[in-house]
C-alpha cells in the first residue's frame, strides 16, 4: 500500500496536496536523523531549516536506513508558523525555527512503519504530489525504535554516533550492565575493511572504555591514532563496536590479556587491521 493511503486513512486531511515531505539524511554536519529519533530529539532538530521549506499545512517525516532504499516514518505534524531566523547550534548561517505540532492520529506509526523510495537526488524536501507514487510501505514492526533497554551482550552492533547518544543519555541499564563487566571487543573500520582488537579491563569497564574512547576517538591506542587520530569525523561515523567476550570484573590482568591475545590471533587484526602488537 501507499503511504499517504495508509495516512489517509488515519487522518483523511493529511494529502499529497497539502503536505511536504521530508526526507531526513545524513548532512554535512554528520547528524544522523536516525540517532536523534533513536535519543527523540529528532522533532525539535527538524524544525530548524535553512530556507522556508516547510511550507505547506503538514510536514510528513521520513528517515533513511543509511545504505538502503528504506525510509523509517518518524511522525506527521502540522506546520503552525515560525519563529523568523535565528541562530542555531553554533553554525555561521541562520535558520529558521519552525512550530511543528505532532498530529497523534497516525503517531502510532512513528518508529515502527518502514517506506521504500528511492531517492536519486539529494533533496531533502519534496512536494508531496512528486512522489506520492513512489512512497510504499514495506513494513510495520510490533516495537517502536529505540536503544529501549540493555538487548544483552552479544546482540551489541554500534555505530560511533549510537555510542555518542547513549552516552549523552546516560541510560541507566546500558550503564549498568557494561559498568559492571570487563571484556574484549572488536572496532570494524567499514571503509578501510579493518579490524582492531581492544580490551576493556579499567574499573568502570565496557562503559569506561567508551567513554575514553568517544572522547578521543582513538583511546590512546597507536594504530587507531594513525588511522583516527586527526578527528576525522567523517571517517568515524564508519566505525561499529561489538563485544567478542565478556569477562568477569575480577578476573586477573593475564587472564584479559591472554583473551585478547587469542582474538587478535583468530581476526588476523594485527596483520590486516589496527593492532601493532
Known amino acids: 500500500m501507499k503511504l499517504f493511503d ?30 536523534k529519533f533513536r535519543e527523540e530529539t529528532f522533532d525539535d532538530w ?3 531549516q535553512k530556507r522556508l521549506e516547510f511550507n505547506r499545512k503538514y510536514v510528513v517525516s521520513l528517515i533513511r536506513i543509511v545504505g538502503s532504499e528504506t525510509w523509517l516514518f518518524a511522525g506527521a505534524f502540522q506546520q503552525v508558523g515560525n519563529a523568523g531566523k535565528n541562530a542555531y547550534a553554533n553554525r555561521e548561517d541562520m535558520y ?3 512550530y511543528l505540532k505532532k498530529i497523534f492520529e497516525t503517531e502510532e506509526y512513528a518508529g515502527r512503519m518502514y517506506v ?12 508531496g504530489e512528486s512522489i ?42 546500558w550503564r549498568t550492565a557494561l559498568s559492571i563487566v570487563k571484556g574484549i571487543y572488536v572496532l570494524t573500520d567499514q571503509l578501510e575493511g579493518k579490524l582492531y582488537v581492544g580490551k576493556a579491563d579499567g574499573s568502570e569497564g565496557i562503559w569506561g572504555r567508551w567513554e575514553h ?5 582513538h583511546g590512546g591506542n597507536l594504530g587507531l591514532k594513525e588511522a583516527f587520530g586527526t578527528g576525522d569525523e567523517s ?21 584479559i590479556n591472554r583473551r585478547e591475545k ?14 601493532r602488537n
Open 262 to 275: 587469542h582474538w587478535k590471533t583468530i581476526l588476523l587484526s594485527r596483520k590486516f587491521g589496527y593492532n
Open 96 to 98: 529558521y525555527q519552525y
Open 132 to 173: 506520492q507514487n513512489q512512497l510504499y510501505v514495506t513494513a510495520i514492526t510490533p516495537t517502536r525504535l529505540s536503544f529501549g533497554e540493555f538487548p544483552g551482550y552479544r546482540n551489541i552492533i554500534l555505530d560511533y554516533s549510537s555510542i555518542g547518544a547513549i552516552l549523552r543519555l546516560n541510560l541507566k541499564s
Open 6 to 35: 495508509y495516512l489517509m486513512m488515519t487522518f483523511p486531511d493529511l494529502t499529497p496536496e497539502s503536505t511536504k515531505v521530508h526526507l531526513a539524511q545524513m548532512n554535512d554536519y554528520n547528524e544522523d536523523p536516525l540517532i
Open 213 to 217: 574512547y568517544f572522547g578521543s576517538g
Open 116 to 127: 521504500t523510495f528511492k531517492n536519486p537526488a539529494r533533496s531533502f524536501i519534496r512536494v
Open 46 to 48: 527538524q524544525c530548524w
Open 235 to 255: 571517517h568515524l561515523q564508519h566505525i561499529t563496536f561489538a563485544i567478542l567476550e565478556v569477562i568477569d570484573n575480577n578476573a586477573e590482568v593475564n587472564e
